[in-house]
């Protein structure tokens, strides 16, 4: 969904798509991995401001960002952290964020958008 007004898109959190089986993402998450795999492109907001700054960037720069609203112990989440990686590599001209809603610390980031929570199955 995009957002009015603002450049960049919103993932609503409880959407699913799934890695096939014989992708080397899907170990990821049989692992369970929600967040972004050491090494990635995703970069991981951990504050507030640090999401201002990115926003800020790339309203400047003109360039678009996807944020993934995610909890770490959700199962969709999980299920479609593969997929959110193989766009971010497929898609480098483009800023892949993660936010962990659970984060205290984005959470006024989290309500401003309208994220209320996630499945849990």
């Not at 790339?58 to 969709?76: Q, Y």
């Not at 299920?79 to 497929?90: C, D, F, G, N, R």
Request: with cysteine; charged share 15%; net charge neutral.
């Amino acid at each position: 969904m995009l957002s009015a007004g603002r450049q960049y898109l919103l993932r609503p959190a409880c959407t699913v798509l799934a890695a096939t089986v014989s992708s080397p993402a899907w170990s990821l998450y049989r692992r369970g991995y929600a967040a972004a795999a050491e090494g990635s492109s995703i970069q991981e907001v951990q504050s507030i401001g640090e999401f201002s700054d990115i926003l800020n960037q790339l309203k400047e720069a003109g360039s678009v960002g996807i944020i993934d609203f995610t909890a770490k112990w959700c199962g969709p989440c999980k299920a479609i952290a593969p997929v959110y990686e193989q766009l971010s590599k497929q898609y480098p001209q483009v800023k892949f964020l993660k936010v962990d809603i659970d984060n205290e610390a984005v959470g006024p980031v989290v309500q401003e958008h309208g994220i209320t929570g996630v499945v849990s199955a």
